[in-house]
């Protein structure tokens, strides 16, 4: 998978990144993860580009949107009042919204 400039997704990025979400393998889902996280970490906001982002609006729940917040919480090692707002807007924007952060 390689970072995407703004924009819509295309399909199969949407696809790549389900697979790897859903599916595994263990390393790459874990990777994705690390990569969000680490990128946290560093400058204190949800710095995956837009792209992926919408990408993983597509496919997401809410259980994957808790997973990945609370796996950024407990990886980056920030504050989450420095990130949070970022994390909460991007699951949002999907057409189903919850207050899973509640």
Request: charged share 35%.
């Amino acid at each position: 998978m390689t970072i995407s400039l703004m924009g819509e997704p295309s399909p199969q990025l949407v696809q790549d990144i389900e697979r790897i979400w859903r599916h595994g393998p263990p390393d790459a889902r874990e990777a994705l993860i690390y990569g969000i996280a680490r990128y946290v970490s560093k400058v204190a906001e949800l710095s995956i580009s837009d792209t992926e982002l919408r990408a993983m609006q597509r496919f997401f729940e809410p259980k994957d949107a808790i997973e990945r917040y609370e796996r950024i919480r407990d990886e980056s090692g920030r504050c989450e009042d420095e990130w949070r707002d970022d994390s909460v807007a991007s699951f949002l924007r999907r057409r189903t919204c919850c207050l899973w952060w509640n």
